[in-house]
């Protein structure tokens, strides 16, 4: 799967999931542009867009989109570290179009 870190994923939570194509926002040119931009651009370019932003599903229409969506329930890397497991299950059960959420265990 080809996955694609939003703006403000910590770039070692790549290690978590060693058998996807990983890349970021800003390492693909895309820094800096608005959510409804943003998708647009990664929409059938990449399977999964990881994120930390809670109202990207009440601001962007998502209907009709391919890219499947997870969110973290925070960009903190020593709390995100407590969900390895819940992550790589969001990520590797995601379908085109799924938006998920994964839930902080405290």
Same mark, same amino acid.
């Given at each position: 799967?080809?996955?694609?870190?939003?703006?403000?994923?910590?770039?070692?939570?790549?290690?978590?999931?060693?058998?996807?194509?990983?890349?970021?926002?800003?390492?693909?040119?895309?820094?800096?542009?608005?959510?409804?931009? !943003? #998708?647009?651009? +990664?929409? @059938?370019?990449?399977?999964?867009? /990881?994120?930390?932003?809670?109202?990207?599903? *009440?601001?962007?229409?998502?209907?009709?989109?391919?890219?499947?969506?997870?969110?973290?329930?925070?960009?903190?890397?020593? !709390? #995100?570290?407590? +969900?390895? @497991?819940?992550?790589?299950?969001? /990520?590797?059960?995601?379908?085109?179009?799924? *938006?998920?959420?994964?839930?902080?265990?405290?």
């Amino acid at each position: 799967m080809k996955i694609i870190f939003d703006e403000n994923v910590p770039w070692p939570l790549r290690l978590f999931l060693p058998d996807h194509e990983v890349t970021s926002v800003q390492r693909e040119g895309h820094g800096g542009k608005g959510n409804g931009e !943003l #998708l647009e651009c +990664l929409d @059938g370019q990449f399977d999964v867009l /990881v994120l930390c932003d809670k109202n990207l599903r *009440y601001q962007q229409n998502l209907a009709g989109r391919v890219i499947a969506i997870v969110e973290l329930p925070t960009n903190r890397w020593p !709390l #995100l570290k407590e +969900l390895e @497991g819940e992550i790589r299950q969001a /990520v590797d059960s995601s379908a085109p179009g799924a *938006y998920s959420s994964v839930e902080s265990s405290g």
